[in-house]
């Protein structure tokens, strides 16, 4: 990682220890409005008093929400036993637990590309016996049916993230550029025009690292260029033309452009967002939930930054991404369970989360009234919360999904070895891709 960005993974760890110290010292009761704690009328489970509930640590949804925590636990005199993991831990600790029918957990975070992982393979309990319909009834279509099997629901949509192109608009200004770029060309020429490495300023900042974030972002550019990983038959085409495309351009920004940082193979999504609000960068590939840290005081963008849908080659767009809540098999307090996800998901905690952290809600109703409420949609005081509620709302529709299998862990691992060994330089990006598609093909049998 390059010097001047490399206290990414010191960062990450130290926001971690923070959160969970704000999480655990946040006990008093708020001074804003509780939210009510509905009985949901499911009775599977018996009385209990207590929910174990697993998350993704240091997660700002997750921060936001566990701030309220003591609400619940107060109305409805439930004792919620907070388990926090880290990112990776998540999925293979909720297969674990579910297969053994431990108990370990009553509910669960699932990163949404993991949710078929559990879901497919029946280590997830259908929702509508423990959640009202008002809420089913209130989630986003593309969410509602992205997260139904076989006609029933096993997750909702607790935060959803978009990625989006979040630009210095002063270094836009002072460079001449009028607009943010709409395509693969703009985006390099603009970056190209900003990029000053000997200042500690490049052009472009984007997540590389193979725990994730690298194959999300290489999705984007996969499918930017007309390509995907599987056809709508569900046929391997990770190695098509325009796959390869996506692989080459990723690489060249790095390789050939020179306009985003060598490190970028290491860069996780801490690394690339605390840069870009430090003004290490003129553009960054980031998720909405990066705009209270750039609203925040000691931000050195605040005020002088925007967003625009990710620039394509044949088409533009961004994949569908967030985390859902879900209760897995084994889990022994049902009702409790239900009560919980029914709390989380309540407008008011949803609008809180949003508002805390910058995460879109699943509820449809919970962003049209942050639209609402204008300018006091973030509580950072963000002038242009209502023009970025209207741009999230807007970008829903148009956002794809990743594999909806049982394999997609297998397959994003293989794109990971491929993301890894292109920006590296150990394979160029053809034959890597060629490689993760041979691999992906034996995963899926083809």
């Not at 297969?99 to 879901?119: F, M």
């Not at 049902?334 to 009560?339: D, E, F, I, V």
């Not at 005081?381 to 829903?396: L, S």
Request: hydrophobic share 40%; charged share 20%; proline share 6%.
């Amino acid at each position: 990682m390059d010097s001047t960005l490399g206290f990414g993974k010191q960062w990450t760890v130290l926001c971690t220890l923070v959160v969970l110290a704000l999480v655990f010292s946040a006990c008093a009761v708020p001074t804003t409005p509780t939210a009510p704690v509905e009985d949901t009328g499911a009775e599977v489970g018996g009385e209990c008093t207590t929910v174990k509930y697993m998350v993704a640590a240091g997660s700002p949804f997750s921060v936001a929400v566990l701030k309220r925590l003591p609400e619940f636990e107060e109305q409805s005199g439930i004792k919620v036993e907070v388990i926090e993991l880290p990112y990776e831990q998540t999925l293979p600790k909720s297969i674990l637990e579910a297969k053994n029918q431990s108990g370990a957990y009553d509910v669960v975070q699932i990163n949404r590309p993991s949710l078929a992982a559990l879901a497919e393979p029946g280590l997830l309990l259908p929702l509508e016996d423990f959640i009202s319909q008002e809420l089913i009834d209130d989630l986003f279509p593309v969410h509602r049916d992205y997260a139904t099997f076989g006609g029933k629901l096993y997750a909702v949509p607790h935060s959803n993230d978009i990625r989006a192109l979040y630009y210095r608009t002063d270094l836009f200004a002072a460079a001449g550029l009028e607009k943010a770029p709409n395509t693969w060309d703009e985006m390099v020429a603009a970056a190209e025009a900003l990029n000053a490495p000997d200042k500690g300023v490049y052009g472009l900042l984007m997540a590389g690292s193979p725990k994730g974030p690298g194959v999300w972002v290489l999705s984007d550019f996969i499918y930017q260029a007309g390509g995907s990983i599987l056809d709508d038959a569900g046929t391997v085409v990770l190695d098509s033309p325009e796959a390869k495309r996506g692989l080459q351009f990723m690489t060249d920004l790095v390789a050939e452009y020179k306009v985003a940082p060598s490190g970028t193979a290491d860069y996780m999504w801490g690394d690339t967002r605390n840069n870009f609000a430090q003004g290490r960068g003129a553009m960054v590939i980031e998720f909405n939930d990066i705009i209270p840290l750039l609203e925040a005081p000691d931000s050195a963008v605040k005020g002088n930054y925007d967003l625009a849908l990710l620039p394509g080659d044949v088409r533009r767009g961004t994949n569908n991404a967030g985390w859902l809540l879900g209760i897995p098999t084994g889990a022994k307090n049902l009702a409790c369970a239900g009560q919980l996800i029914e709390w989380i998901m309540s407008p008011e905690i949803q609008a809180h989360m949003s508002r805390e952290s910058g995460t879109l809600s699943g509820r449809a109703s919970v962003i049209d009234m942050l639209i609402a409420e204008g300018e006091e949609g973030l509580p950072t005081g963000d002038v242009n919360g209502k023009a970025r509620w209207e741009f999230y709302k807007q970008v829903i529709d148009t956002t794809y999904e990743l594999p909806r299998t049982s394999l997609e862990p297998q397959i994003e691992d293989a794109m990971a070895q491929a993301v890894t060994a292109a920006l590296s330089g150990a394979q160029a990006p053809d034959a890597a891709l060629d490689e993760a598609a041979a691999k992906v093909r034996e995963i899926m049998g083809q």
